[in-house]
């Protein structure tokens, strides 16, 4: 079945530093990709989404490309701040072949100290 | 306000006592779907629904039932619950599963099964 692999966490960065949270997933057709956020005490929100290859998410300074060939879907932001402090989850979605079934990373924690 | 409204938001019950987890939303979503969270396991999906009267298992269905009699309202229930069940649950819809599908999350209730 469908299933993503996200970069383990915890990460903890100093405030302005490059963010690179790795993303992988394997699905039998071709599903959309997405990014979310959870802040503390929260419930999950869509940060970024790509629904084909080569398209690039992108929203609050955060981007993602969808990568077929490596079948990657990595965020990445130039300059982290303190509020970007959260848990963030890859997820896909595959309406044609799976259609209903989302299937989530185990998400990676991200802590930026001033 | 579109919003995803789940009730209770904690709750702590003892075994075996039936208890019923709400969830309504108000955007019209013909998706909604139940997650739990736990610790290093992730968001996994518990049952989802595609619109009114049709609803299908998750990956982790076993324990919990859910009804669709109306489009805004998809309660989980926990017919006879037990201490595995402790999590973190959250209710999510969307106006399409798959391609474009955009999940919107409550804001979580936490149940505790003594």
């Known amino acids: 079945g469908d299933s993503v692999t996200q970069m383990e966490g915890p990460v903890t960065l100093s405030e302005e530093a490059f963010l690179t949270i790795n993303c992988t997933y394997t699905?039998?057709?071709?599903?959309?990709l997405f990014w979310y956020v959870q802040y503390p005490g929260e419930g999950l929100q869509l940060l970024l989404k790509a629904t084909k290859a080569d398209d690039k998410g992108s929203n609050k300074g955060f981007e993602a490309t969808y990568r077929k060939e490596t079948t990657s879907f990595h965020l990445e932001k130039g300059s982290v701040q303190v509020s970007d402090s959260a848990v963030y989850f890859c997820a896909l979605s595959d309406r044609y072949t799976n259609a209903g079934k989302s299937t989530f990373g185990d998400g990676t924690t991200l802590t930026v100290k001033p | 306000e579109a919003q995803v409204t789940q009730n209770p938001r904690y709750l702590i019950t003892v075994t075996g006592k039936k208890l019923t987890v709400t969830c309504s939303q108000n955007?019209?979503?013909?998706?909604m779907s139940w997650y739990r969270q736990d610790p290093g396991l992730g968001l996994r999906q518990i049952y989802y629904?595609?619109?009114?009267?049709?609803?299908d298992k998750g990956d982790v269905p076993e324990g919990y039932k859910v009804s669709r009699k109306e489009k805004r309202n998809f309660p989980l229930i926990l017919e006879s619950p037990s201490p595995n069940q402790t999590s973190l649950y959250f209710c999510?819809?969307?106006?399409?599963?798959?391609?474009?599908?955009?999940?919107?999350f409550g804001e979580g209730s936490r149940l505790t099964v003594l």
């Open positions: 629904s595609m619109n009114v009267e049709v609803t």
């Open positions: 955007m019209n979503h013909e998706y």
């Open positions: 999510a819809s969307s106006w399409l599963a798959g391609e474009n599908g955009e999940l919107f």
């Open positions: 699905a039998t057709g071709y599903p959309s």
